[in-house]
């Protein structure tokens, strides 16, 4: 595909048409089929016969059978109703008459805000599903701060409600803008970032085809960037990746073969760049062979062609330039490409000239510089509209409106001091006139004010001693963070550089073990500082393989317990189960729990750690045969500082935090810590919910484009 400083982004949005159809199908079909909302079976069966339509190239025949499905159901969904909209839309966008795909895709946004008091999830799915169609249309109108609004307010939705999937694709298309406008640079780092937060599903024939596109698109921002050798790694990745997992899609070997062929010709670019003119000229061959073939990416065929002739005119292969340039002429006829056009009456005019016949030289160069005007300032009406500035004056516009709501709160609030003051005076008014009434009861709120006062002083002078007493503590903290953090940094460093060298994979293993106890080590350090404030540390919860994280835990103890003697029993759960949690913070309660296991147990003493799930939660159990907790300490042990704290027995030392903190941290993970304890040791439990809901999946936004040279 050639790059989008030939200015081809809303073109190529228009030959996507099928890969945004079926984006709308697929993330519609994801509803659970328990839920109120969402397809109905009537429209999931027609929809896969409609994709196959337009995947086909027989869009008037899938929009036929929507009418049909839409005059004979009588069950039609909201989201039925939305996404036939979203149909019609596409077919408009597909064909180029872009004024109708607008009133398509203003009616689908409508759509999707009036289901807001329906259900959040369905309204921010199609929200930003109708934004990205409306951001598009207006690509394609050239309508740049119409598109920049839209685009704004898609990505509002993915930043206020942490949707991956939607600021992916937002990265994605700000990754476009920036290309087109030839800020390579910028362009790689959002692509890699939309790349990055992306979930890759190869099964998924959208997400693989949008993956591929992904790894193409930074390596056009690399070759831009003169950057060649990274250039060709991901070239090769994105090929990879065709080959790897293109085989499993059987019904679509059309859209494989256009995508590799669009991939050979983006990388023959850097071979000619890097002098490797014969390769070059191979792989635009086997692009164009591809490309060229009915109903096949035509317009990138025809890049490549003019690719080829270049190549062609610059190695003086002046009949193999003709006929190639005669036949990019009868295509012209067919497909409107205003690069592709300019391009050939440059190469035309270089022709003529070389065989001195001037007067058709210059009728072939006049028209190039009439087309490659005109494309310039297509080009400039984009680099005008600085999206940049765009989306400061939409965050500021938001800004003020927010400060507008504000206003409004500290009006009211206003209000209600006056009210409040003129009580106030009401009651000063009633107090004066009791005093006249009675001296003594004026005496009797005098001395009440002098308690009142004394307490004041009383209780002033305490919170100062309190105070001095909390920044002593601080400071020791601080010193004690000081110290442990240096020698446990360098074990971390020092680990992080053995990784990348060359061990055995056991020896590997081992060491990426030290290194993350390292790095959590130093985190417990920045968590003891924070003890006395525990309640403000943010938990950052994701999906965890309990039974890998409770084993990652006690095969790093087992070294720990063999040093008394002691071994550690794991019982697992039968089947994996992913749980929504923070991953460092549960395994730190762990690790604490078997430690203490471990401390409190005598020599050769066994231990027992098990991971059993009931009804909506999973109980994780340490057992040991220790010394116990006695009954006088038991309501002790989870306060901070607590007395309960008792030497190992070993001697180890023990600091009387760690079950506070963990205490602590289940409770914000929605959990319960409790124990049991006798004098043949102690059993404690641990109690999280499981994520019954799942983790919420977004509807994948639209492919925009690849980038195009």
């Known amino acids: 595909m050639n790059c989008l400083n030939k200015h081809q982004y809303a073109k190529y949005t228009l030959r996507n048409w099928w890969w945004l159809l079926l984006v709308l199908a697929i993330t519609s079909c994801k509803q659970k089929s328990s839920e ?28 036929t059978v929507l009418d049909s499905l839409i005059k004979h159901s009588n069950n039609l969904t909201r989201e039925d109703r939305y996404r036939t909209y979203g149909y019609r839309y596409f077919y408009y966008h597909k064909a180029g008459d872009q004024k109708k795909a607008l009133l398509y895709a203003d009616t689908m946004l409508n759509f999707a805000t009036q289901s807001v008091a329906v259900n959040k999830k369905q309204y921010i799915n199609l929200y930003v599903d109708a934004n990205f169609a409306l951001v598009d249309t207006y690509f394609a109108l050239q309508q740049y701060n119409d598109a920049y609004h839209h685009l704004f307010q898609g990505y509002l939705i993915g930043k206020n409600n942490f949707n991956k999937v939607v600021l992916s694709y937002y990265l994605y298309r700000m990754g476009m803008i920036t290309y087109k406008m030839g800020s390579y640079k910028l362009a790689k780092n959002y692509f890699k970032e939309s790349y990055n937060y992306l979930e890759i599903n190869p099964s998924d024939f959208v997400n693989f085809y949008h993956v591929q596109e992904l790894l193409d698109n930074i390596a056009l921002s690399y070759k831009h960037n003169n950057q060649l050798d990274s250039a060709l790694i991901y070239f090769d990745r994105s090929l990879k990746f065709i080959n790897k997992y293109g085989p499993q899609f059987k019904d679509r070997p059309k859209m494989i073969e256009i995508a590799r062929g669009v991939v050979y010709g983006n990388q023959s670019e850097v071979l000619v760049l890097q002098g490797k003119y014969q390769q070059a000229i191979q792989l635009l061959k086997k692009s164009i062979a591809i490309n060229l073939q009915k109903d096949y990416d035509n317009n990138d065929a025809a890049f490549s062609e003019i690719k080829l002739a270049k190549l062609y005119y610059d190695q003086h292969r002046d009949k193999e330039l003709l006929e190639l340039l005669t036949a990019v002429s009868n295509q012209l006829k067919s497909i409107n490409n205003s690069d592709v056009e300019a391009d050939w009456n440059n190469l035309m005019s270089k022709y003529y000239q070389r065989k001195n016949d001037l007067p058709k030289a210059l009728a072939y160069l006049q028209t190039y510089n009439t087309v490659k005007d005109s494309n310039i300032k297509k080009l400039n009406l984009l680099k005008e509209s600085d999206i940049n500035k765009q989306f400061d004056s939409y965050e500021k516009e938001r800004q003020i409106e927010q400060l507008s709501n504000n206003n409004k709160i500290q009006l009211i609030s206003l209000y209600v001091i006056i009210v409040v003051t003129l009580m106030a005076l009401v009651i000063i008014f009633l107090v004066y006139r009791n005093w006249k009434r009675s001296k003594q009861d004026v005496k009797t709120v005098n001395l009440l004010n002098q ?3 004394e307490q004041n002083s009383v209780l002033e002078k305490a919170l100062d001693e309190l105070k001095i007493s909390s920044q002593e503590k601080d400071r020791i903290l601080r010193t004690v963070a000081h110290d442990l953090r240096n020698p446990i940094g360098g074990i971390a460093s020092l680990t992080k550089l053995m990784a990348d060298d060359e061990y055995t994979d056991d020896q590997k293993e081992l060491i990426n073990l030290v290194k993350e106890t390292s790095y959590n080590s130093l985190e417990l350090i920045n968590e003891i500082l924070e003890a006395t404030n525990i309640s403000s540390i943010e938990l950052n919860p994701e999906l965890v393989e309990i039974n890998s994280l409770v084993n990652n835990s006690v095969e790093l103890l087992r070294f720990k317990a063999s ?23 549960i395994w730190r309660v762990i690790s604490n729990l078997i430690s203490n296991a471990i ?37 002790q042990v989870f306060n901070m500082f607590t007395a309960a704290q008792r030497p190992g027995t070993n001697g180890e030392k023990s600091f009387g935090l760690g079950l506070s903190i963990c205490k602590q941290i289940i409770e914000k993970s929605h959990g319960k810590i409790w124990f049991d304890s006798s004098n043949h040791g102690s059993i404690f439990f641990i109690a999280l919910p499981i994520n019954t809901n799942g983790v919420a999946s977004a509807q994948l936004p639209k492919q925009v484009g690849i980038p195009q040279s």
């Not at 005598?602 to 231990?607: E, H, L, N, Q, Y």
């Open 36 to 63: 109120a909302i969402g397809n109905s079976d009537d429209f999931k069966k027609a929809a896969v016969h409609v994709d196959a339509l337009f995947a086909n190239n027989r869009a008037e025949q899938a929009i």
């Open 451 to 453: 308690q009142i006062n």
């Open 563 to 585: 040093e008394k003697g002691q071994k550690i029993f794991y019982e697992p759960l039968s089947a994996p189960l992913e749980l929504l949690i923070s991953r460092e913070k």
């Open 599 to 635: 401390k409190f147990s005598p020599t050769g003493a066994p231990i027992f750690v098990k991971v059993a799930k009931e009804k909506e939660q999973v109980i994780i159990s340490v057992l040991d045969n220790g010394i116990g907790i006695p009954e006088k300490l038991k309501d």
